[in-house]
């Protein structure tokens, strides 16, 4: 890659060794790679996943309902290591044909439920289980609205403003603050929601609060991307307050820290969990 402007072809071809830190996984095509069965575990929902901000909405969001008291939310959780292409095995493909974690199989259905996108797993076991999610029609609404906010905006964050900033081979202005400007307004939305409610809904912690905290929250309260300083995060009063507030939840906690390898003596994370007391 050199800086010079670059001149799009008539018709794009795929070079497979275009560089970055994600050349080997990336393609233009759908479907299976290989042939490798998906692991079975003991319990009524089977996850396969990775602890990034999408696969752990799906592991607060269970571990919350676990925290109410629903023993059918009990779950396994394998890791997708999406670094080796294990979302392209058959196995996975078959349960989500979009190659992309986290995914969800319900085999307390006949037949068993699979369910794909971590927007619509979060909605699937907030109706599965009546929690967190409100009933009456305008608060639904809004819930969902903010729900749909973060699966809109996200891509943004990680796919736009993260790649370039921290993962593109090289570093371009334009795209930079492109993106930068973007997540900034996007941060600014939340802040300025945030100073008149205690959630993002109003006085109720609901599914749209973990979707949007597991990637917000963890941007302005974790350093993503190395990019606190750059963003001027601390200048988002509200959001770290809210964010603050619901990191301290257990069962938040809890899910953070499934499907990932430690990080460091003090990272108390685990690979898999395919019981309570994995994460006790």
Partial sequence: MTKDTYTPPEVWEWDNQ?????TNINRPISGATHEKDLPRGKHPLQLYSLGT???????????ELLALGHAGAEYDAFLINIGEGDQFGSGFVS????????????????????????GAIMVYLAEKFG???????????????????????????????GHFYAYAPEKFEYPIN????????????????????????????????IAVCSWY???????????????????????????EEIAERPAFKRGTRVNRAPSGPEDSAIIERHDSSDLD
């Fill in 217 to 243: 929250g963890m941007l302005v309260l974790k350093n993503a991307y190395n990019a606190a300083k750059f963003l001027d995060v601390a200048s988002y009063k509200n959001v770290i307050r809210w964010a």
């Fill in 53 to 63: 901000p999408n696969g752990m909405k799906v592991t607060i969001l269970l571990e």
């Fill in 95 to 118: 349960v989500n044909p979009n190659s992309k974690i986290p995914a969800l199989l319900d085999v307390s259905t006949q037949p068993p439920t699979r369910i794909f996108e971590s």
């Fill in 178 to 209: 492109r993106f930068a400007m973007e997540v900034k307004r996007q941060l600014d939305v939340l802040d300025k929601n945030l100073e008149s409610r205690k959630f993002l809904c109003g006085d109720d912690y609901n599914i749209s609060d």
């Fill in 18 to 22: 275009s560089g970055g830190k994600f």
């Fill in 131 to 161: 929690e967190l999610l409100p009933t009456e029609a305008s608060a639904r609404a809004e819930c969902m609205s903010w729900l749909f906010w973060q699966m809109g905006s996200a891509p943004y964050l990680g796919g736009g403003f």
